[in-house]
């Protein structure tokens, strides 16, 4: 009896022990999918592939960023591409950090970038400028549901030359 009571227990922590470390690898690639699907946004925004912007956008999608009203996904999209990147040509925007947890992805990144056209009234230096930030992005069901940001704005319009360097 006693020998079967530990085969019994022994099973039962095997089956335990596996279906945890699934069940931890399956939330680690549901992570790693996220983090690949907030940052698809970015990349896809840098390289103009708009379609791809709106399939990775949620219809309900929501930005909230630089104390500026709330945008939906048209708007978001519209300004991305309309604004954004008109007056900023030739991104390279870098992911330092990348970190995330359930649903949320957070992100500090730079992007170094030609002024190319007027921004927010500001005529066109043709210099090479960096802006710094981070945001965090919602991921639900495969698509981003909402985005909340931050830029440095001091150091944006310093590059920009609106405030002085010194």
Not at 67 to 72: K, Y
Not at 93 to 106: T, Y
Request: glycine letters at 10%; a neutral charge; aromatic letters at 8%.
């Amino acid at each position: 009896m006693n020998l079967k009571i530990l085969i019994f227990s022994t099973i039962i922590l095997i089956l335990t022990f596996t279906g945890c470390k699934t069940n931890l690898k399956t939330g680690e690639d549901k992570m790693e999918k996220n983090k690949e699907i907030a940052l698809g946004v970015s990349k896809s925004i840098m390289s103009g592939d708009w379609d791809k912007v709106n399939q990775l956008l949620d219809d309900n999608f929501t930005y909230i960023g630089d104390g500026n009203p709330p945008m939906n996904k048209q708007q978001y999209i519209g300004f991305m591409k309309n604004v954004l990147c008109t007056s900023m040509t030739e991104m390279d925007m870098k992911f330092l950090r990348v970190i995330g947890e359930g649903e949320l992805v957070a992100v500090d990144y730079t992007n170094e970038m030609t002024n190319s056209g007027s921004f927010m009234g500001i005529p066109a230096t043709g210099k090479r400028i960096l802006a710094t930030g981070m945001f965090i992005r919602e991921v639900k069901n495969g698509k981003v549901t909402a985005e909340w940001q931050t830029t440095n704005m001091f150091g944006l319009m310093k590059d920009l030359g609106v405030i002085p360097s010194k």
